[in-house]
């Protein structure tokens, strides 16, 4: 059961956590309403304040590993934005960054989970499989599964090298030769990208 109220009054999709305390999450329109969504900050004394709008359906939302960019999926389009975050928590310079591969039949990559390793690179859970990108924004590979769209997604294991899938009704596993990056841990600066 939980005990301690932090935030109340948002229709919350999915959330990030930063080491520093600061929850991030995202509040898509809901039903087919097509207003735009919002990404809401929510400090460590439960003050909360929309620190940006206008995505069309932000979905998953994640940290980089050094935490100075925030990335937010739209789930109708075939983005990931960007966003660097200020050091009151707030974000700045959002931009269009990761671009995801979609069928030619459909411009929405139905963009959900999303994690990132401790080298930088951006998982995504589309409609086509786990989407990887790099730190520059293109997608290197594209993990699929066996029984279609992942809507979620999470590194776990003693060394946080295992790739956890929610697709459907099943969940797989697919040990990597890299290691998660947690929001609660301690910020790391990875390599600067090969480009």
Not at 24 to 40: M, Q
Not at 143 to 153: A, D, E, K, M, V
Request: net charge neutral; charged share 20%; proline share 7%.
């Amino acid at each position: 059961m939980f005990d301690n109220l932090i935030a109340c009054e948002i229709a919350g999709n999915d959330l990030v956590v930063a080491h520093n305390g600061n929850i991030y999450v995202t509040h898509p329109p809901g039903g087919a309403s097509n207003d735009p969504s919002k990404v809401w900050l929510i400090k460590p004394d439960g003050a909360k304040r929309v620190v940006d709008t206008g995505v069309r359906y932000a979905n998953g939302i994640a940290l980089s590993p050094d935490q100075s960019l925030l990335y937010v999926a739209d789930y109708r389009s075939h983005w990931v934005y960007s966003y660097v975050v200020q050091p009151d928590g707030t974000l700045a310079h959002k931009q269009r960054y990761h671009h995801l591969h979609a069928p030619d039949t459909d411009d929405q990559s139905f963009a959900d989970g999303l994690k990132v390793d401790r080298d930088g690179s951006l998982y995504v859970a589309t409609r086509l499989g786990i989407q990887v990108c790099d730190q520059a924004g293109r997608v290197n590979v594209i993990i699929p599964t066996p029984n279609g769209p992942i809507t979620n997604l999470v590194f776990g294991g003693g060394q946080f090298d295992t790739l956890y899938a929610s697709c459907n009704d099943k969940v797989y596993k697919r040990k990597l030769n890299v290691t998660g990056a947690n929001a609660w841990a301690a910020p790391n600066k990875p390599a600067a990208p090969r480009l």
